[in-house]
């Protein structure tokens, strides 16, 4: 097949989204697929560029002039590809891919990943809309996606051709026991809710450190937090890490690891986290419980409750036992977030819809020639 993936960039900031969508691209292609991408460019160039992958450089920034200009590049990039399957993995991306199709020229897929933005409804323009966990299925069915153009492909990057495998890191000096967190620094990732939980159990646990690795607007909210409501000790204790290329050796040297989000279509990062040994305490929130086999591989809190954190934090850090015991049942069962699953049900998705397709226009091609056939006279 000849394959088109969309995404805004492919830069290398820890964006789940292009992880997943350079992942795909990269594992099609080995397969022997001829694949492409277009973007506004970034990091992950190189990477393509290895795998033989095409990139096309679109620029879908939202101003109405800019907009003009990706719909004329985007037409462009069509007549010279003429892909089979159009994947687009971003809201700009489908309402291009959507809009501007001539009858049956490709095949559009779209994948939610945040079917929390309102925008999201519109990733229903295409053909056949993927939804990275069960919950996103439902919530887009409430949301009036038909049902007959959704499927479930449920995240997973592990073994992603990105990066070595979670053997080939070495984990950092952190200071013991450590409890961190992987996230954008956006409010709804609770990261206020987790140094607050953090400051409440800190005296009891003198040792204890928090590292928060990542990124993001609200991080000067978050800063100030810390800077009143922790003594000059206890901000020692607590780290803003900023963004870090390579996490897995956070997660590595790491005792628990925490995502309190207050809303999660899946939750990439936890499965990172389970491979690399944390205990895991994590949001009762959409697709996560799906994320930690419901409760089977890590510990659900509700969220925006840093008290019942706090007291999770506190069992987990006063019984080596149990901390042990949420480590090796985080271990387990991590095989179907391989890299690989993925991309061989996505291939799934587009066969399928090929297929249906090729169908369809054999049985209306038939139809016609009975239409125009004439029908012999009676003797």
Not at 26 to 42: E, T
Not at 73 to 91: G, L, T
Not at 195 to 211: E, R
Not at 225 to 243: D, M, S
Request: proline share 5%.
């Amino acid at each position: 097949m000849k394959i088109l993936h969309i995404t805004n960039h492919v830069e290398k900031i820890g964006n789940g989204i292009v992880n997943v969508a350079v992942d795909l691209a990269c594992l099609q292609s080995q397969d022997g697929h001829d694949v492409a991408v277009a973007s506004a460019g970034g990091g992950f160039e190189t990477l393509l560029a290895q795998h033989n992958i095409k990139h096309f450089h679109l620029n879908q920034c939202r101003q109405p002039l800019n907009l003009i200009k990706a719909a004329w590049r985007f037409k462009e990039i069509i007549q010279q590809f003429q892909p089979d399957i159009v994947h687009a993995h971003m809201m700009t991306g489908v309402v291009l891919a959507g809009v501007l199709r001539k009858a049956d020229n490709y095949h559009l897929v779209s994948t939610v990943h945040n079917e929390f933005q309102r925008s999201a409804v519109l990733m229903g323009l295409a053909d056949r809309v993927i939804a990275v966990s069960q919950a996103v299925y439902d919530s887009m069915v409430r949301r009036g996606i038909p049902q007959n153009k959704l499927c479930v492909v449920a995240n997973g990057t592990l073994g992603s051709p990105r990066h070595p495998s979670i053997q080939d890191y070495q984990p950092l000096p952190l200071h013991r026991p450590a409890i961190t967190t992987v996230a954008g620094m956006y409010t709804r990732k609770g990261i206020a809710e987790l140094i607050t939980a953090f400051t409440k159990i800190a005296p009891n646990f003198p040792a204890a450190h928090l590292y928060l690795v990542g990124d993001g607007p609200d991080r000067s909210i978050f800063e100030a937090i810390v800077e009143n409501i922790a003594c000059g000790e206890l901000r020692q204790r607590i780290h803003f890490e900023g963004f870090q290329p390579e996490p897995q050796r956070y997660m590595l040297a790491s005792d628990i690891f925490v995502l309190a989000s207050y809303c999660e279509s899946f939750g990439l990062v936890l499965t990172e986290a389970r491979e690399a040994g944390c205990a895991i305490v994590a949001s009762d929130v959409d697709g996560i419980p799906e994320t930690l086999d419901h409760r089977q591989a890590g510990i659900l809190v509700p969220p925006k409750d840093s008290q019942t954190l706090a007291n999770v934090l506190t069992q987990l850090l006063g019984d080596p036992v149990q901390l042990q015991y949420w480590q090796n049942r985080a271990k387990q069962n991590l095989e179907r977030f391989k890299a690989a699953r993925v991309h061989e049900e996505t291939m799934n998705v587009y066969r399928e819809l090929v297929k249906n397709y090729s169908t369809r226009t054999v049985m209306n091609t038939q139809e016609v020639l009975l239409i125009k056939t004439p029908t012999a006279p009676m003797r």
